[in-house]
């Protein structure tokens, strides 16, 4: 039987930044109350709910957000091809009130100082969330040197038709595509007949820049609607997506899927958890499952080494849970992309 030696937990943690902390909760009214049930929909949120939100549920989408680019950004391959550029954009679809974008935007700050122009299109259809997203972007220009275009959009998603229809809004390129916990929402209340992560993965992949990163993220748990959980759902409609995306694409983390997803048929439970600390709450608990894709060409020039030799890579940290498909002695967590040259 072949030793399967443990890894250390990859559990990332950080703390909410005290200006941010200070104008979420002392400015905005945030306030930290969890409550998955209520909070599984959003698009219906009233105005005092969506303090709840900010209080609660933007800290952790800002710890998720940063930590996966701060592991992305301090990749000498991947910044090596990013870091003469000027401009960048972002959109961001689901954004709610923004903690993947401001996550995104203090790992930007920390590792590429020489940004001069940042332009951003979120989409929502909360409107009182937007309002709050443009509120914080503003505090955040007081923090930052560079110039950034916020242009939201409302938009509502009945059925797969307004998905179409959101193909008109979303105008040009962008270096990064977020979709954190949204995709679920859309699952919960039926909006999409075919698997939803492949659906909305097929419209925003071809809105990625020729070295543009798409994060789709999601939440853990079992969903009635589909009858499992969302990670499996996700695992299978995003390998679907990149098979028949005629060798376009290909995902970048975890690094099980990019080893083995064109050969995969497994039904995978994959997690990652997160901790964030602000005023209201130590080491907040965030248990997600998320994928990072970018264009074929891209992903494999980042990591041209990756994965060499005989291997074991873990999909659940805290958790001796192992891709099914690796084998060896030699064992890396798939959510580090620093732990594989």
Not at 23 to 28: D, H, N, Q, S, V
Not at 35 to 62: A, H, M, Q, W
Not at 212 to 231: E, Q
């Amino acid at each position: 039987m072949e030793k399967k030696y443990d890894t250390n937990s990859f559990m990332d943690s950080t703390v909410l930044p005290d200006w941010l902390d200070s104008y979420i909760f002392k400015e905005l009214g945030g306030i930290y109350s969890p409550d998955y049930i209520r909070y599984e929909y959003n698009l219906d949120l009233s105005k005092e709910e969506v303090k709840t939100y900010l209080g609660t549920y933007f800290p952790r989408s800002y710890a998720e957000s940063f930590c996966i680019f701060d592991n992305l950004l301090s990749n000498g391959n991947y910044f090596s091809e990013i870091q003469l550029k000027r401009e960048l954009s972002i959109l961001d679809f689901g954004c709610g009130t923004g903690g993947e974008i401001i996550g995104l935007l203090m790992a930007l700050t920390k590792y590429h100082p020489d940004i001069e122009n940042i332009n951003i299109l979120a989409l929502d259809g909360n409107h009182y969330a937007l309002r709050r997203l443009e509120s914080i972007i503003d505090q955040f220009r007081l923090h930052c040197q560079y110039s950034i275009n916020l242009i939201v959009g409302p938009i509502a998603v009945s059925d797969s038709s307004d998905i179409e229809l959101m193909k008109d809004v979303i105008q040009g390129s962008f270096d990064y595509i977020l979709s954190f916990k949204a995709i679920c929402e859309l699952i919960s209340k039926k909006r999409i007949p075919e698997n939803a992560y492949k659906y909305i993965a097929e419209i925003l992949a071809s809105k990625l820049t020729e070295k543009g990163i798409m994060v789709i993220l999601d939440v853990t748990v079992k969903s009635p609607a589909i009858g499992t959980f969302y990670p499996i759902y996700m695992n299978n409609g995003l390998r679907e997506f990149v098979k028949k995306s005629n060798n376009s694409f290909k995902t970048l983390i975890p690094l099980s899927c990019y080893r083995y997803e064109r050969a995969c048929t497994q039904e995978c439970f994959s997690q990652r958890l997160f901790k964030i600390t602000h005023s209201r709450k130590q080491n907040d608990l965030s248990k997600v499952s998320y994928r990072i894709l970018g264009r074929k060409n891209f992903v494999e020039l980042i990591m041209p080494k990756l994965l060499i030799g005989e291997l074991i890579i873990q999909v659940k940290n805290g958790e001796n849970i192992y891709c099914p498909l690796s084998k060896g002695v030699r064992c890396l967590s798939s959510f580090d992309i620093n732990n594989s040259n």
